[in-house]
């Protein structure tokens, strides 16, 4: 059984910094994704990033790139996802979620198993 549990969100101020971590545990098949998801307060939930957790290729919504960044760590048990230049847009809650999806889609159908998720608030 796959499971996974972010954590890092909190308070920031707009133009800050802020790194989540999803900590994945159970056995990921080769062409699984991981990816990150957004949900603003009274919006349906948003796919914003994906990493291969076959070979590290990554991809990016329009909304994100440039300022977040998807990584892993070299045992492929913990992704991260670095936001830099925070806006008050950005508030709301983070999921991580995986699944098998060779093409890195940011779509929610694609991924099985999800995180409770981690809050993230930007305000001044």
């Known amino acids: 059984q796959v499971q996974l549990v972010e954590s890092g969100g909190g308070l920031v101020h707009p133009g800050g910094s802020l790194r989540l971590s999803c900590s994945v545990s159970?056995?990921?098949?080769?062409?699984?994704?991981i990816g990150w998801f957004h949900q603003a307060p009274g919006e349906e939930r948003e796919g914003i990033a994906s990493i291969s957790h076959t070979d590290g290729s990554t991809y990016y919504s329009d909304s994100v790139e440039g300022r977040f960044t998807i990584s892993r760590d070299t045992a492929k048990t913990t992704v991260y996802l670095q936001m830099n230049d925070l806006k008050p847009e950005d508030t709301g809650v983070y999921y991580c979620?995986?699944?098998?999806?060779?093409?890195?889609?940011?779509?929610?159908?694609?991924?099985?198993?999800w995180g409770q998720g981690t809050q993230v608030t930007v305000s001044s």
């Open positions: 159970g056995k990921l098949l080769d062409y699984y994704a």
């Open positions: 979620a995986t699944g098998y999806n060779p093409a890195l889609r940011l779509w929610e159908k694609m991924y099985n198993y």
